[in-house]
Every structure is written in structure tokens, then in C-alpha cells.
């Protein structure tokens, strides 16, 4: 079978018009492989190539990038490198073989042929390539019937080993079922329930069991995830506490109209990281304490670890938002969170006082700036300098609150707020 490659997007296409004779001059083979083959019978968008090449990836990539023009980087640990276009990267790495000596740690890695290196990948349907080579360019490669198992839609692994050696393929395979509604094979769902009760993944260091969950998280339909890894494997890799129930999966439909709303209401407000809010709700049951301590273990990074855990210690003090508040009250409840929690707010309390409150806050209190700066305490002569934070603390609560338009109407009101702190010194 050929595989359309002038279906790609034109910078694809000039990068696959050079690349071949480029390759052939040093005598390499090269081929596009994974899950962009994947991709590109199943007619979907391919952000980013991936060639494997038979020769040397690095001396490839580095005068592909030299002579493109381009930036190149060498990942020294894998042996790889990419090169970077203007929308798009490529990676390039050598054909290799890879050898597993106990479950869950990385590979010892070799050189190996290009159906070496297709045998060491997780999925059939991820175990296709296709020929960049002169003699038979565009064909497809198929050694273990991936485009059969496209066309049957299922999950298949390439050796019964495969759940031991890499743990992670555990999660890649509920990923791939649920994002293309694909089943998972008989004889792979087996193998999935074995290595579940050998416990395979709490062998595999919590970084990469971290960037499997974040990229089941940013999946289009997150919910569905979480069910199958609740149901075919539980969460105890999170922690030993945690089991889903039926209830617990209604915080899901909420955000995806919360995210709606918010796409649609506030377009001037920055993108949500909606991962950051489906995390959350996955562990909304757990205590803050033991939220706290996963972060930890699994290194997120600080601003998605304070994102999280803002909103667990938040919840109760956002309930002061059931009452009608006055707008200083709300910007001060909401100001020091992220969007991300007051949008999973959102979603979780279906009071209308609280979803007004967040609404208010977003459309203008957010984006309210003072004009009067410390400047111009100065120049109205106000005394001492230490009591301008304080000044312009209350200023920014009466412009919340009484609305104050010009830069005149907060001066008056700045010299209001310096005499009473005075007097009450
Ligand atoms: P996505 O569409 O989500 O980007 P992908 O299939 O392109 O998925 P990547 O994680 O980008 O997946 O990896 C590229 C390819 O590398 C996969 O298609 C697969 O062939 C191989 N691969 C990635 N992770 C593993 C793994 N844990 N075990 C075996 N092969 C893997």
C-alpha cells in the first residue's frame, strides 16, 4: 500500500522533498514512523514528524537543520535530535532495539534495523512506517499488521512482555482506546489484567507515570480515561485511597460546560490549562494533605502544583460567595487564585451566587487597574510614604465597589482614605 504523503501540510512537504536525496547522500535509509503513520491513514492533523533513520540520526539532522536554515538540538541521553520549523518539528532518531532488565526501568539501548525498531513500540497501530526512500517511496511497512488492526479498531500489543517491560504502556493503551474508540484486544486486555496484578506500575518512577497522566488529561474526553483506568486498574499508582464512584464523574460533565462557558463569556481572558482543572477533579476526594504529597512524589511543576492545591484549600473560603457580596469582597476572594480554580469553582458549586460572583469578577473586576500610582500620593503631599500600600489597597476596594471612573475621582478619594488612616493612628 502507498501512503498519501502529499496530503501532509507544505512544510511538510518541502522538508520531505529535501530529506531523501539528503539522506541518500550519506547512504542512510530513512523512514516516517509511529503514530504520525497512524495518523495519516486515519486522515488526521500531523503537528510533528517522526523519521527513524537506518545510519546516524544526529550527523542527519544536524546538516538537515544546516542546510534548512533551521534550529537543531541533540538529545545526548537518547541518542536523538530535532530540528525545528516555524509550526512544526521533526524528530530524528537512529533505528534501535531496546532491552529491558527489570519492569518499569528504562532500556539499554542498540543499534538495530528499522523491524528491530518497529518491534520495540507499544501498539501495532503505532508500529507502521513509511518508506522515504528512493527505490520505494511513500509504501507502507507493516511487519505486525497494524493497518489490519486499524481497520478491526483494536489495541493490540507486539510481544507478551510488553506491559512488564514498560509499565506506561498500561496507560498509553487505555489513551489510544478511548481517543480513537478503538476496543482493546482480548489477548492485550489479558495481558493488561496480568501485569494490573503484578502491580506492574508501581515499578515505574513516578516522572513518567506523571507525563502519561498529564497527557491522558489533555485528551478531548479525559472523563473517559479516568473511568477505564478506574475500572481496569484502579488509582493506587496516585495513591492507596483513591476509587471513583458513579458520583464522582459528574464534576466532569460541569467543567466541560464550565470550559464552554468560559471560552465563550471571557474570550479577553487567557487559555485555561484544562488539564490542570480535570487533575483536580480526579482527586477532589483525596485530603489536601495527601493531594499535597502526590504533587510532590510525581514533581509537578510549582505553578501546576500551586494551581492544584489552591483550589483544595480554597473550597471553603469560596463559599463566602453564597451570600451577595460587595465587589471588593469578590475580588478579594478570587484575585490571588489562578482562572483554573475559579473556573473548577465554577463547575463545582452550582450556586447561583457563587457562579454571578465568579461571572462579575472575570468580565471587569479581574481586568481593573488603579490609575493613581504611589507617584501620585507623593505629589498630593500625603505623609508618610510607608501607608501608600495601604492607600492603594483601600483606593482599589473603593473603585471596586463605588466605581470610581477618572484618575481625579481616585485622587479625591486618595486623600479621603490618607486623612482617615490618620486619624485613626
Ligand atoms: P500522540 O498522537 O498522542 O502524539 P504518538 O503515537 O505520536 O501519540 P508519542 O508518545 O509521540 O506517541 O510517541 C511516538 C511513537 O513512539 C509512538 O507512536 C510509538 O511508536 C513509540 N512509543 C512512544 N512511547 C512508547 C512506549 N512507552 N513504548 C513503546 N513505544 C512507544
Not at 9 to 22: G, H, M, Q, V, Y
Not at 50 to 56: A, K, L
Not at 238 to 256: A, C, E, H, Q, W
Not at 322 to 332: A, E, G, M, V, W
Request: hydrophobic share 40%; with cysteine; glycine share 4%.
Amino acid at each position: 500500500m502507498n501512503v498519501k504523503l502529499e496530503n501532509l501540510d507544505t512544510d511538510f512537504k518541502e522538508i520531505l522533498a529535501k530529506l531523501p536525496s539528503l539522506a541518500q547522500g550519506f547512504g542512510y535509509r530513512i523512514y516516517v514512523v509511529g503514530g504520525v503513520v497512524r495518523d495519516l491513514i486515519l486522515a488526521n492533523d500531523i503537528f510533528d514528524l517522526d523519521i527513524v533513520v537506518e545510519g546516524d540520526a544526529i550527523t542527519l539532522a544536524r546538516a538537515f537543520a544546516q542546510n534548512s536554515k533551521k534550529e537543531f538540538k541533540k538529545h545526548h541521553a537518547f541518542g536523538t535530535a530535532t530540528v525545528y520549523f516555524d509550526r512544526h518539528s521533526i524528530d530524528f532518531a537512529t533505528a534501535r532495539k531496546e532491552t529491558y532488565s527489570s519492569c518499569g526501568v528504562l532500556p539499554k539501548v542498540y543499534r538495530a534495523s528499522l523491524r528491530e525498531d518497529l518491534l520495540r513500540r507499544d501498539f501495532t497501530i503505532n508500529a507502521m512506517a513509511i518508506s522515504l526512500n528512493s527505490s520505494d517511496y511513500g509504501t507502507l511497512i507493516d511487519f505486525y499488521s497494524g493497518l489490519a488492526d486499524l481497520e478491526k479498531r483494536v489495541i493490540r500489543v507486539l510481544h507478551k512482555k510488553s506491559f512488564l517491560d514498560d509499565p506506561t504502556r498500561l496507560l498509553r493503551a487505555i489513551r489510544f482506546a478511548q481517543r480513537f474508540s478503538f476496543k482493546i484486544e482480548k489477548n492485550t486486555a489479558r495481558l493488561i489484567e496480568e501485569a494490573v496484578k503484578r502491580e506492574a506500575l508501581q515499578c515505574v518512577h513516578p516522572h513518567r507515570l506523571r507525563d502519561e497522566l498529564i497527557l491522558i488529561l489533555k485528551e478531548p474526553r479525559p472523563e473517559k480515561c479516568i473511568r477505564a483506568i478506574n475500572s481496569m486498574m484502579g488509582f493506587s499508582f496516585v495513591d492507596d485511597s483513591l476509587r471513583l464512584i458513579g458520583k464522582d464523574y459528574v464534576i466532569f460533565g460541569r467543567l466541560k460546560n464550565a470550559l464552554s462557558f468560559y471560552q465563550k463569556n471571557f474570550p479577553h481572558c487567557r487559555k485555561l490549562d484544562a488539564w490542570v482543572m480535570y487533575l483536580t477533579a480526579m482527586l477532589y476526594k483525596l485530603s489536601s494533605k495527601r493531594v499535597e504529597h502526590f504533587l510532590r512524589i510525581f514533581d509537578f511543576r510549582k505553578g501546576d502544583r500551586v494551581r492544584v492545591l489552591s483550589t483544595f484549600y480554597e473550597r471553603t473560603v469560596i463559599q463566602r460567595l453564597s451570600k451577595p457580596q460587595k465587589r471588593h469582597i469578590i475580588y478579594r476572594a478570587l484575585n490571588d487564585l489562578s482562572f483554573e480554580s475559579i473556573m473548577f469553582f465554577y463547575a463545582f458549586f452550582r450556586n447561583k451566587q457563587i457562579r454571578s460572583s465568579i461571572n462579575i469578577f472575570l468580565k471587569t473586576l479581574a481586568h481593573l487597574r488603579l490609575k493613581v500610582k504611589g507617584d501620585d500620593l507623593k505629589g498630593l503631599g500625603i505623609k508618610p510614604h510607608t501607608i501608600y500600600g495601604k492607600i492603594l489597597e483601600k483606593l482599589l476596594d473603593d473603585k471596586l465597589d463605588m466605581s470610581l471612573a477618572t484618575k481625579d475621582e481616585e485622587m479625591r478619594r486618595a486623600v479621603v482614605i490618607a486623612e482617615r488612616l490618620s486619624t485613626e493612628k
